[in-house]
């Protein structure tokens, strides 16, 4: 099955050379690497060329937002599964993509996630957070907790009758995608025991208290709108969980 790894970037130079070779040393070798540059100012367009060497499709234009650049990633995707990483993300081992395609190959689920480390920007070796996927069931959506997205593997399909994501979120796109997904449409899952993808600290949905409430006010504002009933209180009941992560990582 073809793989298509969506990359969406701006004016991420620094960063976005990791994430190129990370996808370049797969060992799966059907893989569509697409990336959506948002007409960046530096040198982001330039990298792309140099470095990306498994870079099939570069896309450079405004966009409005992230999740608007993801549905654009989503328009020029051709593979059976699909995945989103970011630019300064990157792939934990060669074997990743290859460890994915074969659970969908065994068994019959229209999306794979693992865990995803959240490491620091300037030392990618010391993890600050483990953020652990285990535990997720569509019935803790309501509570705030979604596979972590940079591991998420979703099948092609499975986004075209989702129609992609809702770009009027800010931060929260990823989830509200996710309650349709495996909400309304009951999507099968298999979680992976392991960290798939490092991720540096810093990115939209780490950014501190201010990013945290816009966050949390969009995940309830997710869940209403597609049936889920939840309150605020609940959802910042995860935080306590999250600082447990951290805890464990630094410990």
Aim: charged share 25%; hydrophobic share 45%.
């Amino acid at each position: 099955m073809k793989v298509s790894i969506i990359t969406a970037v701006r004016n991420g130079a620094e960063a976005i050379g990791a994430t190129l070779d990370s996808v370049a040393e797969q060992s799966y070798v059907d893989i569509e690497h697409i990336v959506v540059d948002g007409a960046s100012t530096d040198a982001t367009v330039a990298v792309v060329r140099e470095r990306g060497r498994r870079v099939a499709k570069l896309l450079s234009e405004p966009d409005r937002g992230v999740y608007d650049a993801f549905n654009k990633g989503l328009a020029l995707a051709t593979g059976d599964v699909v995945a989103f990483l970011n630019a300064g993300d990157s792939y934990l081992d060669a074997g990743v993509v290859a460890t994915v395609a074969n659970a969908f190959s065994a068994e019959d689920v229209d999306a794979v996630f693992g865990d995803v480390l959240i490491v620091d920007p300037q030392d990618p070796g010391r993890v600050l957070r483990h953020y652990r996927s285990a535990g997720f069931s569509p019935a803790r959506l309501a509570s705030g907790f979604m596979p972590a997205h940079p591991s998420l593997f979703l099948r092609g399909e499975l986004y075209r009758r989702l129609g992609g994501y809702d770009a009027s979120y800010r931060i929260a796109g990823d989830f509200e995608l996710c309650v349709r997904a495996f909400v309304h449409e009951r999507a099968r899952y298999r979680y992976l025991p392991r960290a798939l993808v490092r991720m540096p600290q810093g990115g939209l949905s780490t950014r501190g208290w201010r990013s945290n409430w816009i966050i949390t006010s969009e995940m309830r504002r997710a869940c209403l709108r597609n049936g889920v009933a939840t309150s605020l209180p609940r959802l910042l009941l995860r935080f306590p969980v999250k600082l447990l992560e951290v805890l464990r990582a630094s410990g």
